[in-house]
């Protein structure tokens, strides 16, 4: 997958101006797809020269004049040729993994206190997540969003990204838990 794909899902449902789709990344795109606003500005400029979107200005009073970014016919086709080829698998490359996998012959007190660290932060992912995907059902059950609800894809990948951080905050736990043990027992022998 290329930035320029998540790009065009990201304005699937609304003109954004580079502004406002950065703030989408942070929210929403970025539990599967991370980048920068200098990223998201100069790839804007290469899907509008491409013709996958267009954008128009907006000029407001008293700010400086705004651009939207909407996709064009061109960049729907670009997303259905995109979302029709087969996906390869992800892979987890993480450097905190490798530090863990390291753990038998290296200070586990700095491990630790990383593995802590990455915990309060899958939580805020959490809580972030959780809201994001009460906001978007807007007052229905899960269950009722899911058969219903639009737009849905957003809201899938916001599922996806809970369960990851779940699996991360639940790992971390998991793995700071056994390192103390160990530690103590280390100690105690």
């Known amino acids: 997958m290329a930035l320029r794909h998540a790009v065009l899902a990201a304005l ?27 990223q998201l500005y100069a790839e804007l400029g290469r899907l509008e020269e491409a013709g996958l ?9 008293n700010r400086p004049n705004k651009r939207l970014f909407k996709v064009t016919d061109a960049g729907l086709a670009e997303l259905q040729q995109f979302t029709a080829a087969a996906a390869k698998p992800s892979y987890i490359r993480e450097d905190l993994l490798v530090k863990v996998q390291a753990a038998d012959h290296v200070d586990t007190g700095n491990l630790i206190a990383q593995l802590t660290e990455r915990t309060v932060f899958a939580q805020a992912r959490i809580d972030l997540f959780e809201r994001l995907l009460h906001s978007m059902r807007g007052g229905r059950t899960e269950e009722e969003f899911l058969r219903h609800g639009r737009p849905v894809g957003p809201y899938l990948t916001c599922l996806r990204g809970l369960a990851f951080e779940e699996g991360n905050r639940d790992w971390c736990l998991r793995a700071v838990e056994v390192l103390r043990e160990r530690t103590d027992r280390h100690a105690r022998d």
């Open 12 to 38: 699937l449902d609304e003109e954004l101006s580079g502004y406002e789709l950065a703030k989408a990344f942070d929210l929403g795109v970025a539990n599967f797809w991370h980048a920068r606003p200098q």
């Open 53 to 61: 979107v267009t954008g128009r200005e907006v000029v407001q009073e």
